[in-house]
């Protein structure tokens, strides 16, 4: 695998911050899979092209602030989404762009997340999403910290939803349709024994 070198303008996020009503309220970034936390997969991931990496959670901080990243809550302690630790991560982070992935999906790697990154410069877009064929992730992005005034005034007007946000911006789609199993994630007791399973 060819590593990307680190870039001093990047910084990313890990969204840990939900409460994973699916998976009994755990915190899902703190679930083992293969005998390591969830997150740490990501973590991981985002080491290798972020120079600044924050994870975003909302309860078990001090667990989190064990994998050695600043830990930055959302603005408010009312579960307003995945858009809610986006901006608070824009807030704190010193880069031009940010990388943003959640914390359930082991197999989204460093190149993928490189991926992002080239194929937003190439377009000079605001934002590049991941899609893998026949739908969008609007959880695996690459952005310009400029966004973040625009991100601020859609939270402040009410609206949550991801992809509303997403419609009216600068964006390329990057297609990962010849690997869709990256986006294997995990919601359930069910699915993670699964995928424990089908890994062994």
Known sequence: ??????????????????????????????????????IAYALEALSFV???????????LIAYEAFGHLVIT?????????LAGILTTLIHADA????VMPCDTPYFKAEHLQRLLTT????????????DGEQLHPLFLALKTTLTEN????????QRKVSD????LNS????????????????????????EAQDT
């Open 50 to 60: 972020s120079q600044q990496t924050f994870i975003n959670a909302n309860r078990n």
């Open 120 to 131: 937003r410069a190439e377009h000079k877009a605001d934002i590049a999403i991941a899609f």
């Open 1 to 38: 695998m060819n590593i990307p070198s680190k870039k001093s303008t990047i910084a990313g996020v890990v969204l840990a911050g939900g409460r994973a009503m699916r998976m009994d309220n755990q915190d899902k970034g703190l679930i083992l899979f293969k005998n390591r936390p969830l």
């Open 96 to 99: 031009e762009l940010l990388l």
């Open 165 to 168: 946000w997403l419609k009216p």
């Open 151 to 158: 991100l601020r005034d859609y939270l402040a007007s009410g």
């Open 74 to 82: 959302d603005q408010t302690d009312s579960y307003e989404g995945p």
């Open 172 to 195: 390329v789609y990057v297609d990962f349709s010849h690997e869709p199993s990256i986006f294997i994630n995990i919601n359930s007791s069910d699915e993670l024994a699964a995928l």
